[in-house]
Structures are given as structure tokens and as C-alpha cells.
């Protein structure tokens, strides 16, 4: 399993992460010393979460939001699946700022990913204000032929939406 | 439900006007529709777009509306959702022979209502996500499926019931996958199972009791008393480390120890109560310690043989009871599993799969206790050694009958909550799990479904259906859910006290050697809740107490074998299960299996005076022998000697 790693770099009063790897029991968590206003992480690299991984991320996470303003970015499927399952993976002050949809053409035997991006195609609940996705459920892709249908159960996947 | 207009409705009327405002009734409803004039306009329409349900006419031009939805059946290669409508056919047996071959959702007769096909959609189409949650029905029906497939449904799940469990490890050992297993107790405690290459390779739970030492003593490698001074040493390194290092220990033992603690633990997890749950499939290198996937297979026999309700059985299975039982894909005439003490028990069931039994006809024979028939059932499922039939059996009235008035016996005078307890649904059991549940007796309790049966079958089915429709109302309005989940937790709080209390005399007068006083408060126990592992253990140890050297036969050394091997594999490493196991070994005569038990119980226990007193009158009894034996081979020698 790849290693959990971390690259970081400031920006002013942000700070911005890049996560690979496994978010596992080995992995450890970045510490914040800077005095900054923001987080941002990108997500994408991260290939697997288990259990222990969850659990450290809830214990960092939750104290991290109620200092910064803290931006996921490109979460792949498994880091949703957490963010539906796990009360505390998502904590208040912490947005989603985009997210992959993974999408299966059984022709091709091939996987893609879309990118939803907030506000262009989706927005979470926020108050008074409801949430919103758009999603196609079957895509084909210029560059290859096959349809490609999407590979997860909306309902479940975009729960954290909360769209009815 | 989250994204109706992905929903695509085929509406297929030749009369335009009702056709077209089908449509617009429909659409302003949130779904998507297709319209068909005609039967070929409908087929192309299916062909070419992603329909997932279907109106249809029972009168169109050159084909009827049965024969259509036949067709678009055999085109998609499955059944679609639909719901007949017809102005012309009205009688019931038209309406009963065009819902059995189309296997339609419903009929309506025009004028109808367009409300009444809104609902039957969105019931539909609401179940439909559900249904797709239900991956666990799609890989038990399905003979072929893909790994990918097999892999897809199980990350498709959202919640799981802790009893499912054994499936979804036994579906992902079988799929050799590789992933982690993550499951969200309903406390929010997280725990997780890693799985490389179908093995077991690292099992995650909130258990801070280690069996690791216990395990070592238990298995021969390291003695009790040796254990002692590790056990409570102040060191950051491991106990089987420690052990290792002190030369008390071979290397090769801590692996097998810590993947018989990790099957332990598997096996806590095996509960009634429902965890939400993701599979995150990744890439992880088998390796050791593992779970390997001959040994899971005999942990999988033991959580089904010991863990798992028969109420809770017969709700999983209700819905399957007239589906016949077929080979699935790992199915061979002659394998292990056969011999497994579950299966051997159903003499004869190998035969009978693929011969068009059902689990309903299993139970008719009267061969097999129903309890039994579920375990074995489960455990050829788990194994993928058979599939259910999509094919369901010709309603059997007599069968239907017979369920229906035990089903009224079981809930008269019962309330709401405790009817849908009985129907095997866990008291915090979510919303979502209410509805399925109420979904599934509808199958088979709903008057649509046995129209033309016996008056006195369709009188009963509309009563006790009226029941559970009544019940279904109440338990899923939140307030009186939660307030009678409120009154029953302070309820059960008490019963646990007054439990416990009562199984605390009992021990002691038991300990006293005053039997009947002990059997008395045991059978109270059992009258104020389910009885535990450790109560079983207590009316063997009784059991076995009246039983004298040389009375113990073999039915009786079978069916006490049989009861403990119901004990729940992590229960038995206690020194109650030890102590009562060694009475058993004494009284087959396995005397050295007898004093090992007795001793176990003894590390584990050391003040248990009883397991005591059993190794000093097994340690007399053998020098008895000895002396016997040496006194008896000194005569011998003395009449050689003088005889000759």
C-alpha cells in the first residue's frame, strides 16, 4: 500500500495540501503552525482509507475546522463514501469544493471520473438554501467510443447533498 | 427520491389524448417519458433509450400489452417495471391471468385515477434504490456473477444487518478482493476489515480485551504459569515479542494466535443491530498473520452455527421461501463442506439441489428442523455453492395457509412494535429498513397476490396483512418510535439487573451443589431475557453434573457436542466454557483432553475451586491406575515367577 505523504505550500494566509497515498494507521496528519485563515487539500492522489485512517482524520479534522475555513478539493469516490458514512468527517466549516463521479462503460471495461465542481454543477445545503447536483447518468467521451454509465447509486453518493 | 427525472417511463396508448396526457401527468410528476404509439414504436423505444419503466395498454394495434411487456422483457433481459391499464379487459380473470404472465405491478382499470399510477411509480422507484441497496439479494440470485460485479454490489451498500456480515466477508473472500471494509457501528465507533487477495489480512474493532496470551495457553505453545510474569510486565513490546525473547515462545506460534484473535474479533462484530457501511477496493498484498480462506471457511460455519437467530433467518428468508435452490457456480458433489457439522446434519441435501426444492419444501418435508434447513441454507449461500432461482414455484395454498395462521399466532396480543420484532426487525432498526421490511411481507401477505386462492387463505392473509399494515403505520410515525424505544431501554436496563442478579444466585447455589435451587433461578433468568453464552454453559454444566461414569452414549455425547458447539467462538475462551467442555471430556473418557480444560479454566480463572477439584480427582484417578496397573503387573510378575 503507497505511503501517506503530504506536500504543502503557503500562500499568504492560506495553506494548501496535497494528500496521497493511504490514510491509514501509519499516516500522520499535518500539523499547522503558520498563521493562516484558510486550508485547502487536495485530495485526489489519495488512494485508500481504512478504518484507523478514519479515525485520524475525525480527530484532525474536527479541532482544524473550528480554527480555519477548510477546502476539500477533488475528493475521489472513497474519501465521499467517508464524508456519507462518518459523522465528523465533514465537520461544519468545511466545503466541498469539488468531487469525482466515477462513470463505467461495461463495453470498454473501462472506468473515468468527472469532476463536479461547486456551484457549476452542485451545491451543498447551507442554511435555508437547499442543496443541488447535476449529473448525467450515462456520458460517452469524444476521445473514446462506449457509453459509460455512472458507476455508483446517486442516492447514496450524493447524500451529503441532501438534494430530494 | 433524489433524481426522478434520470427516470425514463415508456407509455405505450394508441389513443392519443389519454396517451398524451399520460405523459404530461407523468412528466409534471418529476420523471421522464417516452411515448409509443404503437408495440414497435415501444420496442424501438426501448432499444434505443435507457427505459426503466413502463405504461402500458393492454389493447394496442397487432400485439396486446401482455405479449408487449413479454417482449420488452425478452429484449432487455429482464423484467421491466410496468403497470397495465386497459379501458376493454375488466374481468378478474383477465386482469389475474395478464398480472401472473406479465408479472406486471398492477392493473388498472379506465377510468382510473392518475394518482394511482403516480404512487405505484414512485413506490417503485423509491424500492428501486432501496432494492439496488439490497446487493446482498442480487449475488444470492445471480449464478455468474463477475468479480467486479460481486465487488460493485458490495460498495453499492449502504447499511448493513450485523448478521449479513458473514455474506458480505464470505462474497469478498470469494471474489479474492482487496480493499478495506469500513463499518460504522450506531454509536459512530468506527471499525474496519482489511481483505488481500480473498484472506483476511487485518481486522480493526474497539475490543480491549486481548486474547493473544489466553490464545497462546489454549493451543499448547506457552504454559499459564509462564505466561503469568509476561502478562502484566510494564514494555512497550508486544507479548508475543517478550515471549519470543525469552526463549518461551517458537516464532511460528504468534501468527497462527493472532489470526484465531483476529477471527474473534470478526466474529463480535456478527450482531443484531445494523451498521452503515463502505468497501473501498484497493490493491493489499496478502500476508501474515492472515485469515486464510480454508480457515475462514470453518469461522464462517461457526458464526452461522452459533451467532445467528432463527427469527432473524426466517425474515431473511421469507421472501425466498418458493425460489428453488440451485447449484451456484462453486458448486461440487464432493467437497469438504458437505462434511462440515451443519451440513451433515441434512442428509441428503446435495442431492436434492437443482431438483426444483425450496427452502418451503425443505421445511414440509418435516426432515429437518426449520433452524437447521436456514444454517445450512446461509452457509451453501455464503459459499456460493447454491443461488436462488428467479424462478418462484406455483403458490403451494396449503403452504401459504399454514404460514399465515402461524404468523397470527405468533403476533396475537402482541403491539405494534413487538408484531415487526417478531417479523425480525431489530427495534432500532432505521426507517429505511422498516420500509423494506414492510415491502417484503407485502410480497407474500398482500391480497393482490392471492387472488383466485381459497376463501378461508384470502380472509386470514387480509387479516393478519390489516395487522401489519396497522403496526407499519405506528412504528414509522418518529414520536411513538422513539418513545417506545425510550420506555423499552429503561425496560430492558431493568431486565438486565434483575438478569444478572438472578444468574448470580444461581451460580452460587450451584457452587453450593444445590441443583434444583440453581436450575430454578436459571429457568427465571430465561423468563426475563434471551439467554447468554454463559447461562447455556450453566444448564449444560448441570446437565452433565446428573450424568454418572459409563451412562454418557453417544446420542447423548452428540447432542451435547452440538450445544456447545453453538456457543459463540468468542465465548469460548472463557473459563466457564473451558471448566464445562472439561466435564464433558471426563465423561467420553478423554481424560487428557479433560485435565488440559480443567486447567485452562484454572489460568483463566484461578479462584474457580470447582475446575480445581475436577483436575485433583482426575489426577487420583490416573495415579490409581498407575498404582493399580503396577500393582497388578508385580502379582503378575510374582505368579511368572513362581508359576513357572
Known sequence: MAVFQVQKKVDGDLVHFEFSGSLDEDAKLPVITEKIREVHIDLRQLKTINSCGIREWVKWIQPLSQTYEVHFHCCPKIVIDQVNMVSGFLPKNVYVESFYVPYYCE????????????????????????????????????????EYEIDVISAKYFKFLKVS | MSNKNAVKILVAEDDEGLGSSLCEAVSRHGYTTL???????????????????????????????????????????????????????????FVRDALKQSNALTFLSKPFEVKEILDVLDQTFDRKEEVIQDAIYTIISNNKPTKREIIKSIEGLERVHGFELPLIYAFLVHAKAGGHLNIVNEKGEVSGISFGEGTVVHVDIKDERSFLGQLLVEQGYVSHSDLVDFTFEASQLPLGERLIQA??????????????????????IVLDTTYQMNFSPTKIEPKVPCISEMAFTSYLHDWINSKISTVWFRSFFRSWL???????????????????????????????????????????????SEDLIYKSVYLLLAKRFVVFSDNVSKVDYRNHLA????????????????????LGINRNAR???IHKAYREISKFLHPDKIVGAPKEVQELTGNIFAKVTAAYKVITNPEQRAKYIDELGAKEAKSQMKYEGILDQGKDFLKKGRIQEALQCFSDAEKVMESTSELKLLLLWIKMKGIKEGQMNSVLSDSIEKELSAIPPEDRHAAVYYFVKGLYKRLVGDYELARRNFELAISDDPSMIEAKRELNLITLKSSQEGTRTGITSIFNSIVKRFGS
Open chain 1, 107 to 146: 463495453e470498454n471495461d473501462a472506468d473515468r471520473s468527472i469532476l463536479l465542481e461547486r456551484e457549476r454543477d452542485f451545491r451543498q445545503p447551507m442554511g435555508s438554501n437547499p442543496g443541488f447536483v447535476n449529473f448525467q447518468e450515462t456520458m460517452t467521451f469524444d476521445d473514446v467510443g462506449g
Open chain 2, 35 to 93: 411515448y409509443a404509439t404503437n408495440a414497435q414504436e415501444a420496442l424501438t423505444l426501448v432499444r434505443t433509450q435507457a427505459v426503466q419503466g413502463a405504461i402500458i395498454d393492454c389493447m394496442l394495434p397487432k400485439m396486446n400489452g401482455v405479449e408487449l411487456s413479454l417482449k420488452i422483457e425478452e429484449q432487455l433481459g429482464h423484467k421491466l417495471p410496468t403497470v397495465l391499464i386497459s379501458g376493454i379487459f375488466k374481468d378478474r380473470s
Open chain 2, 247 to 268: 526463549n518461551l515462545l517458537s516464532p511460528h506460534a504468534v501468527p497462527i494466535a493472532l489470526a484465531e484473535q483476529m477471527a474473534i474479533r470478526l466474529g463480535r
Open chain 2, 403 to 422: 404460514r399465515v395462521k402461524k404468523l397470527t399466532q405468533d403476533v396475537e396480543g402482541k403491539n405494534h412494535f413487538e408484531i415487526f420484532e417478531i
Open chain 2, 322 to 368: 418458493d425460489h428453488r435452490i440451485d447449484a451456484g457456480p462453486q458448486f461440487e458433489k464432493v467437497h469438504s463442506l458437505w462434511a462440515s457439522p451443519v451440513l451433515s446434519q441434512m442428509e441428503g441435501v446435495r442431492d436434492l439441489v437443482s431438483s426444483g426444492t425450496t427452502i418451503q419444501s425443505l421445511i414440509d418435508m418435516g426432515q429437518y
Open chain 2, 431 to 433: 426507517e429505511h429498513e
